[in-house]
């Protein structure tokens, strides 16, 4: 009896560890996949809480499998070099401005034209249908989560002013792919870091600003800001790209990459929506205090138009010569915008 009993028990201790070898383990006891994201974005500004948003939801979404740091306001790695620090490895996910490296994305820098951009919902929608559609190889050697851009970018100045024909003379903060505009009106741009434009104003370094309405609040602007002149035919966005590194993403499940591709599309929608709201915060903040904002006149947009002609004009010669599809890249925003006026 005592070696029939011996027998059963070996026998049950086999078939139970033989049943915990077919059961899956749950992902704290799985490789999990670790990843680091860099963001340019400060942690309190709402587009970074939005960006650590997507990081929870990927987590989330696969149970566990996905684990991602986040590394807000240029922690693990400097704006200028964070596409480079994807490509290379140092962080897995990176977001930050097309701008920061300037002749890196010259195709994307179509986005910085007078295009007439009515709102952050709509220029991020465009940014994302240009990248679907002309798939430009300059993000080759990264994989594309999504894109989003800012609401229309607009003249600010420190003295009140009514009118573009105002900004002639005035020393006007740009970054290089905008400067153009600034230029077309008269103005003189200066180039100059964002985190240096607030010192640079109050000493009066520079006389204005040619950037969206958010910065008011979101950088503390309305402090050193009069006036805003709100004329759309010489508004742009600045592309802000989230991508992955490519053996990274290669790397993933099938499943998980689905997953963070849907996450993409609904991230699209919200990154865009936001921007609408932190625009309209600003433009609340500003009345407040008393700035003045001056709509342009549709004949005075019109003459503005006119202006802007040869500054997408160079723009395409310019590229078109370096064999980029210049020409079909403008044409195509140009007929989105006009095609989706209403987002």
């Not at 078939?15 to 799985?30: E, H, K, N, R």
């Not at 401005?97 to 009515?118: I, S």
């Not at 609401?151 to 002639?168: C, N, R």
């Amino acid at each position: 009896m005592k070696r029939d009993f011996t027998v059963r028990s070996f026998l049950l201790i086999i078939g139970f560890l033989f049943l915990i070898g077919t059961v899956p383990l749950p992902a704290q006891a799985q490789d999990v996949i670790k990843l680091k994201y860099s963001n340019l974005f400060p942690p309190a500004h709402k587009n970074s809480i939005l960006s650590e948003q997507w990081a929870k939801e990927i987590e989330k979404r696969t149970n566990g499998r996905v684990k991602i740091s986040y590394f807000p306001g240029n922690t693990l790695t400097p704006p200028t070099q964070t596409y480079d620090s994807v490509v290379k490895g140092i962080a897995d996910i990176g977001q930050t401005l097309a701008a920061y490296a300037p002749g890196r994305f010259p195709l994307t820098e179509v986005m910085g034209l007078p295009l007439g951009f009515k709102s952050g919902y709509q220029a991020s929608k465009t940014c994302n249908e240009f990248y679907k559609q002309l798939k430009p190889k300059e993000y080759d050697d990264s994989k594309v989560m999504y894109i989003h851009g800012h609401g229309p970018g607009l003249f600010h100045t420190k003295k009140v002013i009514t009118s573009l024909d105002e900004i002639k003379g005035l020393r006007i903060k740009a970054n290089t792919e905008n400067a153009p505009i600034v230029t077309a009106v008269g103005g003189v741009p200066v180039t100059l870091p964002i985190t240096e434009t607030y010192d640079a104003m109050q000493k009066g370094l520079i006389d204005g600003l040619l950037l969206p309405i958010e910065p008011l609040k979101g950088w503390k602007f309305a402090d050193v800001v009069k006036a805003v002149i709100e004329n759309h035919a010489m508004s742009y966005t600045a592309p802000i790209f989230v991508v992955m590194n490519k053996d990274k993403w290669n790397s993933l499940p099938k499943d998980v990459q689905e997953i963070i591709e849907k996450l993409n599309d609904e991230w699209i929608e919200k990154q865009g929506k936001q921007w609408n709201e932190l625009d309209e915060e600003a433009r609340e903040l500003a009345i407040q205090k008393g700035i003045k904002i001056t709509k342009a006149t549709k004949e005075e947009e019109a003459k503005t138009a006119e202006l802007m002609k040869p500054v997408i004009e160079n723009w395409i010669k310019a590229n078109a010569a370096k064999g980029l599809p210049a020409k079909e890249a403008v044409d195509f925003c140009i007929q989105y915008i006009k095609a989706n006026p209403n987002l």
